[in-house]
Structure formats: structure tokens, C-alpha cells
């Protein structure tokens, strides 16, 4: 069952659109395996696991706490547009993320950044007004250690009497900083992540340099160190492990306050979240094909209110007494605002939706036919949405469906006109002209076919349109 529907939400899915799934512990093995096929392994960002919080001392052999949400872009080219910047609220309350700068040290003791030698020059900034640090003594069999080591062991440190910091690149000369400046030259010796930057930042006169994430400088601190500072103007910290976003059973409690009553709504704090991640864009469409108490829909509502974001959002319920009672009423609700159970007043979030109801059956036959069950309120209803993108509310019982922004828009089909004219009048004549309701104005016409000439077409200022052919989705 999960193969087809996976199959058509890939089609609908935009070059840099993104796809959650989430799923519980049982399925998401195999899940994964269908995804790869369908979405591409390549395309698979990450599966992010949901702390499903709630009760857990109710003594289960194992308690699962937590769920799955599987996450692919549709295609990896446009991954920094389909995922957005997004600080993860968990991150450190001390970290710079959330004042908008990344400041990291650059020694990076490791193979990956075989050991050199750097000359820190006279005027290198340093954030301390004073700093002294001794140099260190080494012999040539340190520097051949190291470079067979590929970096500066602990061992090779303790032989020297060199701290075990990580963060420090051996100084071979005094460091001295004075009135925030390094005074005379000193080699330091280590790996060093972003050196080329560094070098130019040198090469600048300790002017920022520009990087693909925003100018960077770099100072020595206090333990001596040498660090890059970089301001991120939208900073982002995405961690795979989603904590703090609600839980089911405190989303129960708040539906069952708004007079709705569904088992297994997920929070609308981790759909919020996941929004973020996923619909940054403030117009992104949006669509949820198991809406079930439409958390999605609130979220999004929720969203727009807050950032003035304009973001459509589709849902598909299958079960027509949740679509009404439970998805809808809790759409309409959340955006209209309403009284709950406890005689709060709880503000309305704006934003609209139309509700629409899939036929049970397909309109046209395989051979792209209309059905011929198919009734004239039937295909009204999907000309009437195909010519405005808006729900049909008439009575259908005229060949006239209505006027939408200052045209008419015409049915002719399943003998509307009661059999009294050529064709059952499903064909536009001149007697069937003469006889459907006028209108003063441009006019479109749906029929099966048209026996009106160009001129006459155009002084009526009619659009003829054939059925079923012009009605191809
Ligand atoms: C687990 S609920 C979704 C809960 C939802 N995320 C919320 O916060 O309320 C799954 C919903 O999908 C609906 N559903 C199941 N299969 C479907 C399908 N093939 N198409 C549309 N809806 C489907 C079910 O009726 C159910 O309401």
C-alpha cells in the first residue's frame, strides 16, 4: 500500500521541495528501503527521531518513547533551498548560534590537518589587552615525531612537557600581546582548520575576509589560542534527535477543549518545527496526505499569523467523518477563533480553505472518455474548479454555472437543456445559443462541440472549449 502513494507524492514533490515521514519503530526499516528506491538514497538527508515524551513509568518491558521522521529532498541539487535555517531550541543557551556568530578555535589536532608551522606577524589581534605565553624548546626528533605521528600526539606532548589542550598550537616563540596586539613575531606549530583564510586574513592587514557563510576574522585569546569568528546572519542548527516539541497526548487534551475528539494528533509544536525546516519560504505549498486531525493545517495557520507569511496548504483525509468532523472543524476553528470547553476565548489564527470532496470515481474513463455516469452536477463541479480554482456552489441546474470575475462559464452536457436541441444540446448551435441563459460579457463554453462560426464566436465574445478533451488535467 505504501508504495503507490509514496510513487505519486514524489510527483507532486517540486525540485526543491523536502518530504517528512513519519513513521513508528515497526515500520521504519522497511520504510526506509522503499524511500531510497523511490526518493534515491542520494536524496536522503537524514531520519530524525521524535522524543515522543508523554508517560513513561507505566512499566512496559521496553517503552518506546520515541518515533520516527524520515526526511528526503526531492533532489539534492537545490538541498539549501528545500532545508531551512533553523537554530534547533535545544541548542546551548551559552551558544554564539543564537547571537548570530560561530567562533570556533582553528588549531584541529588531527591527522586530517597534517602539523605545519605558522608565523603569527606583529599587529595579529588578540581580544585580551595583555597575554604572555612562554615558547617552547623542541629538538628536530619532535618535529619528525609529529610529522610520522601526522599530528601532535599526547604522547609526543607529555615526552615534551607540553599542555594536553588541544586548543593550543605549540608556540616555538614567546607570545606577547600588548594594548590588544601581538607584538613581535611567533611560529606556532599544529594542524589548522581554515588556514588559507587565515593567511589572507594576514595578506588583509586583519581586515574580515569574505567565506561562503559570511566575513570571517580571526583573534588570539586568552589561553593563547588563535580562533575565527564569523558573523552567520541566519545561523542554523539542526539536530537530529527533536526534543521539547509537545506531545500527543497534551494535543488530545487541547482538541478535546475545541470539542474534537481524534486519538493520535501529533503536537503542533513539532509540526511547527518541522515546518521551519521545511516550508522557510514564506509561500510554500504545503501538503499533508494523512491530515487526520490537521495539525498540519494549525501549524501552518500558526506560522503565517506570526511571520505574515502567505503559505497554502493541501490536506487529503480519506475518512469522510474525520475530513468534517475532526480535520475541517478544527481548521475552520483554529482560524476563526472560538470559545473552549473551559469558556476561553481563543483567538483566531486568519487564513481560509474550501473544503472539496474527491468523487468516489474517477471522471473519465482510461481512454480519457467522461464517464457516462457521470452527472451533470459532477462535471460541473470540476469545470467550475478548472476555469477558477474555486469550489462550485450552484444548483447546477442551468447551462449557465455562474460568473466568476466578469465571465460567464457555460455547461453544456447530459441533455442540461432537456433534450430540446441539436445534440441532446450538448453541442453550442446557434438555436442553443439562443436559448441558454444570456450574458453581457465574455463568455467561456464547455460542450461537445461547436457549430458557431469564428465571426460569430467573437462577436459573442465566446471561448469555446471542447469536451472532454480541454478538461485534461
Ligand atoms: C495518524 S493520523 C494523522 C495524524 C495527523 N498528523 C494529526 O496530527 O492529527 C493518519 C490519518 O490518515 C488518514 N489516512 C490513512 N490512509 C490515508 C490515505 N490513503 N489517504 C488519505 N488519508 C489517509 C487516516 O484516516 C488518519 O486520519
Given at each position: 500500500?505504501?508504495y503507490?502513494r509514496?510513487v505519486l507524492?514524489?510527483?507532486f514533490?517540486?525540485?526543491?521541495?523536502?518530504i517528512?515521514?513519519s513513521i513508528?519503530?515497526v515500520a521504519?526499516?522497511?520504510?526506509?528501503?522503499?524511500?531510497?528506491?523511490?526518493?534515491?538514497?542520494?536524496?536522503?538527508?537524514?531520519?530524525?527521531?521524535?522524543?515522543?515524551?508523554?508517560?513513561?513509568?507505566?512499566?512496559?518491558?521496553?517503552?518506546?518513547?520515541h518515533?520516527?521522521v524520515?526526511?528526503?529532498?526531492?533532489?539534492t541539487?537545490?538541498k539549501?533551498e528545500a532545508?531551512g535555517r533553523?537554530v534547533?531550541?535545544?541548542?546551548r543557551?551559552d551558544?554564539?548560534?543564537?547571537?548570530?556568530v560561530a567562533?570556533?578555535n582553528?588549531?584541529?589536532?588531527?591527522?586530517a590537518?597534517?602539523?605545519?608551522?605558522?608565523?603569527?606577524?606583529?599587529g595579529?589581534?588578540?581580544?585580551?589587552?595583555?597575554v604572555f605565553?612562554k615558547?617552547?624548546?623542541?629538538?628536530?626528533?619532535?618535529?619528525d615525531a609529529?610529522?610520522?605521528?601526522?599530528l601532535?600526539?599526547?604522547?609526543?606532548?607529555?615526552?615534551?612537557?607540553i599542555?594536553?589542550?588541544?586548543?593550543?598550537?605549540?608556540?616555538?616563540?614567546d607570545?606577547?600581546?600588548?594594548?590588544?596586539?601581538?607584538t613581535?613575531?611567533?611560529r606556532?606549530?599544529?594542524?589548522?582548520?581554515?588556514?588559507?583564510?587565515?593567511?589572507q586574513?594576514?595578506?588583509n592587514k586583519?581586515?574580515?575576509?569574505?567565506d561562503?557563510?559570511g566575513?570571517i576574522?580571526?583573534?588570539?585569546?586568552?589561553?593563547?589560542?588563535?580562533?575565527?569568528?564569523?558573523i552567520?546572519?541566519?545561523?542554523?542548527?539542526?539536530?537530529?534527535?527533536l526534543?521539547?516539541?509537545?506531545?500527543t497526548?497534551r494535543?488530545?487534551?487541547?482538541?478535546?477543549?475545541m470539542?474534537i475528539?481524534?486519538?493520535?494528533?501529533?503536537?503542533?509544536e513539532?509540526i511547527s518545527?518541522?515546518?521551519k525546516?521545511?516550508?522557510e519560504?514564506?509561500?510554500?505549498?504545503i501538503l499533508d496526505s494523512?491530515a487526520?486531525?490537521?495539525?498540519t493545517a494549525?501549524?501552518?495557520l500558526?506560522?503565517?499569523?506570526?511571520?505574515?507569511?502567505d503559505?497554502?496548504?493541501?490536506?487529503v483525509?480519506?475518512?469522510?467523518?474525520?475530513?468534517?468532523?475532526?480535520?475541517?472543524a478544527?481548521?475552520?476553528?483554529?482560524?476563526?477563533?472560538?470559545?473552549?470547553?473551559?469558556?476561553?476565548?481563543?483567538?483566531?489564527?486568519?487564513g481560509?480553505?474550501q473544503?472539496?470532496?474527491?468523487?468516489a470515481?474517477?471522471?473519465?474513463t482510461?481512454?480519457?472518455?467522461?464517464?457516462?455516469?457521470?452527472t451533470?452536477?459532477?462535471?460541473a463541479?470540476f469545470?467550475?474548479?478548472?476555469?477558477?480554482?474555486?469550489?462550485?456552489?450552484?444548483?447546477?441546474?442551468?447551462p449557465?454555472?455562474?460568473?466568476?470575475?466578469?465571465?460567464?462559464?457555460?455547461l453544456?452536457?447530459?441533455?442540461i437543456?432537456k433534450?430540446?436541441?441539436a445534440?441532446?444540446?450538448?453541442?453550442?448551435?446557434?438555436a442553443?445559443?439562443?436559448?441558454?441563459?444570456?450574458?453581457?460579457?465574455p463568455?467561456?463554453?464547455y460542450?461537445?462541440a461547436?457549430r458557431?462560426?469564428?465571426?460569430?464566436?467573437q462577436?459573442?465574445?465566446?471561448?469555446f472549449?471542447?469536451?472532454p478533451?480541454?478538461?485534461?488535467?
Open positions: 500500500m505504501m503507490p509514496l507524492l514524489r510527483q514533490l517540486r525540485e526543491d521541495g523536502v517528512f515521514i513508528d519503530d521504519n526499516s522497511l520504510l526506509k528501503l522503499l524511500c531510497d528506491e523511490i526518493f534515491g538514497s542520494k536524496n536522503f538527508i537524514t531520519t530524525l527521531i521524535w522524543n515522543t515524551e508523554g508517560n513513561t513509568d507505566n512499566q512496559y518491558e521496553i517503552k518506546v518513547n518515533e520516527y524520515l526526511m528526503y529532498v526531492k533532489n541539487k537545490f539549501s532545508i533553523v534547533d531550541p535545544n541548542t543557551e551558544s554564539n548560534l543564537w547571537r548570530g567562533d570556533n582553528i588549531n584541529k589536532n588531527n591527522p590537518n597534517p602539523p605545519a608551522i605558522f608565523t603569527i606577524p606583529i595579529f589581534p588578540s581580544k585580551e589587552e595583555v605565553y615558547g617552547k624548546n623542541v629538538d628536530q626528533a619532535f618535529f609529529t610529522k610520522r605521528a601526522g601532535v600526539s599526547d604522547d609526543i606532548k607529555s615526552a615534551y612537557g599542555e594536553k589542550l588541544s586548543g593550543l598550537p605549540v608556540k616555538l616563540d607570545l606577547i600581546v600588548e594594548n590588544h596586539k601581538v613581535k613575531p611567533c606556532v606549530y599544529g594542524g589548522f582548520a581554515n588556514r588559507r583564510k587565515l593567511e586574513f594576514v595578506a586583519f581586515k574580515p575576509v569574505d561562503d557563510e566575513p576574522e580571526f583573534y588570539i585569546n586568552a589561553n593563547a589560542a588563535i580562533r575565527y569568528r564569523r552567520v546572519e541566519t545561523p542554523s542548527n539542526i539536530l537530529s534527535v526534543r521539547g516539541f509537545g506531545t497526548e494535543m488530545r487534551g487541547e482538541l478535546r477543549r470539542g475528539h481524534f486519538d493520535y494528533p501529533k503536537p503542533v513539532l518545527y518541522l515546518l525546516i521545511g516550508a519560504n514564506e509561500s510554500s505549498l494523512f487526520g486531525s490537521g495539525t494549525h501549524a501552518i500558526k506560522q503565517n499569523s506570526e511571520d505574515g507569511g503559505r497554502r496548504f493541501i490536506l483525509e480519506m475518512n469522510e467523518g474525520i475530513s468534517k468532523e475532526v480535520t475541517e478544527r481548521v475552520r476553528l483554529v482560524s476563526e477563533g472560538y470559545i473552549d470547553s473551559k469558556g476561553g476565548k481563543i483567538k483566531g489564527l486568519g481560509g480553505y473544503f472539496c470532496t474527491l468523487s470515481e474517477p471522471l473519465f482510461p481512454q480519457g472518455q467522461i464517464r457516462e455516469d457521470v451533470f452536477l459532477q462535471l463541479e469545470v467550475w474548479f478548472a476555469e477558477t480554482g474555486t469550489g462550485y456552489c450552484g444548483m447546477a441546474d442551468s449557465l454555472l455562474g460568473e466568476h470575475e466578469g465571465r460567464a462559464i457555460y453544456l452536457y447530459n441533455g437543456l433534450d430540446k436541441s445534440g441532446g444540446g450538448n453541442v453550442l448551435t446557434g442553443v445559443f439562443n436559448i441558454i441563459p444570456p450574458f453581457d460579457g463568455k467561456t463554453i460542450a461537445a461547436c458557431l462560426g469564428a465571426p460569430r464566436l462577436r459573442e465574445q465566446i471561448v472549449k471542447q469536451t478533451y480541454a478538461l485534461e488535467v
